[in-house]
C-alpha cells in the first residue's frame, strides 16, 4: 500500500471552477441573466429506461448492502462492455464498481504510487489529477500540450520524460480541458514505453463514447488485457447523463482490485444498490441514447467553433471528442484569468480560464458546449459584443 496515504492534506484543493461557479451564482441571485459554459455536465435528462430500472429495484427492496466489487449483474454488463469497445474481456476479478470516475483515479493513485516516485501526465489537465499526485508525495512529471497537435500528448514527449523513477503514466483521452483524442499509434508506443519501463498506466476513458469526424477510441489496455500495468478508469456520468448518480468502475490488474477493494470496504463499504441496477440498464440498453446525445453535441460543435472563430482575438479548432473546445485567445492581449472575469462581469457568460487546468492554459479559456444551441448562440453573441469593445 502506498506510503501516499500518510501525504499531505493540505496538498488537495477544490475544483478551480468553484470560483467562477460561486460568481455567476450571486450575480444571477442578484438578477444578472447567465450563460452557463463553466461545468461539464450533460443537460440532458437520464435516459427513462435507466430510472424505471432503479425505481423497479427499489419497489423490489433492492436497498440493502451489495457486494463491494459490485453486483454481479453490473460487473457482467461491464465485462460485455470491455469486450464490445476494448476488444477484450476481462475477468470478474478484474472489476471494481465505484461512487464515480473520481474514486477510480484516487485509488488508481492510491494503491500504485509511493512518495517520490514519477508521474507523466499531460497540462493542461483535469485538476484532480494534479491534486492527488500532489498529496501522494510524487513527483509531478509534466507534458505540455499544444494547439499545433490537437492537444496530443506525443510518445516523442513521454519518451523524453520517462526515468528509472517513473512510477506510472496518466492518459486522458478523449481529453478535459481541450478535448483532444490520442491516436492509435500514440497509445501503442506509450503502451510499449510503459511495459519497457515497468510503468503503470492509469487511463481516464469516462469519455470514450463521446467522439466525432468517424474518430474511435483506442485504449492501451489493447496491450496487457490490464492484467499487469494497466488500469482503465470509466463511469457512466457523460455519456448516459448520470452526473448526480455517482456510478463508475475500474479494471485492473487482481492485486490493483486487491487492495482498491480493503480501501474501499472501509471507506465506503459498497456503490449504492440501485444506482448499480440502473447502471446494467444503460451499458445494456443505452446505446440509442447515445447516438441521441451524440448528435446534438455534434451541432453543437460545429456552431460554438464556428461561432469563437468569429469573436474577436479569439480561434478555436474543433476537438475531437468530450464536449469542450479551448480557444485561443493570446490575440486579445488579455490573461486567461482576466478575459474569464470580463466575460461573467461585462457580459454575463460564465466559463472557465485555461489555467484552471494548468500553466499551459495559459492564453486558452475552458468553454463546455453542454448547452442548448440557443444558449451557445446567445453566449456567442454576448461574447462578441464583449470583445468589440476592447479590440
Known sequence: MSKGLAGDISMLR???????????????????????????QPDFDTPENVKEAAKGSLDEGFTHYVPTLGIPDLIEAIQDDIEKSRGFRPDKEQIMVLPGAKPGIFFGLMTTVEMGEEVIYQNPFYFQYDSLIG????????????EKDDFRMTPEQVQEKMSGDTRLILLNSPQNPTGGVLKKKDIEAIAEMAEEN???????????????????????????????????????SKAYSMT??????M????EIIHKT???????????????????VEALRNGQHFVDHIMEHFTKRRTAIVQGL?????????????????????????????????????????????????????????RISYASSLEDIEEGIRRMKTAMEKVL
Open 14 to 40: 477544490g475544483e478551480p471552477p468553484l470560483e467562477y461557479l460561486a460568481k455567476a451564482n450571486r450575480l444571477e441571485a442578484q438578477g444578472r441573466d447567465m450563460v452557463r459554459f463553466e461545468i461539464g
Open 251 to 254: 479494471v485492473a490488474p487482481e
Open 244 to 249: 448526480g448518480w455517482r456510478l463508475g468502475y
Open 135 to 146: 498529496y501522494m508525495g510524487a513527483k509531478k512529471v509534466q507534458i505540455p500540450l499544444y
Open 309 to 365: 472563430n468569429e469573436v474577436p482575438g479569439m480561434s478555436c479548432i474543433y476537438p475531437k471528442g468530450a464536449f469542450y473546445v479551448f480557444p485561443n485567445i493570446k490575440e486579445t492581449g488579455m490573461k486567461s484569468e482576466e478575459l474569464a472575469n470580463y466575460m461573467i462581469d461585462e457580459a454575463g457568460v460564465c466559463l472557465l480560464p485555461g489555467t484552471s487546468f494548468g500553466s499551459q492554459g495559459e492564453g486558452f479559456l
Open 261 to 279: 477493494h480493503n480501501l474501499f470496504a472501509d471507506v465506503g463499504s459498497c456503490t449504492t444498490s440501485f444506482v448499480q441496477k440502473g447502471g
Open 198 to 236: 515497468d510503468a503503470y498506466i492509469l487511463s481516464d476513458e469516462i469519455y470514450s463514447k463521446m467522439l466525432y469526424d468517424g474518430e474511435k477510441h483506442y485504449s492501451p489496455s489493447y496491450l496487457d488485457e490490464c492484467k499487469e500495468r494497466t488500469i482503465i478508469v470509466d463511469g457512466f
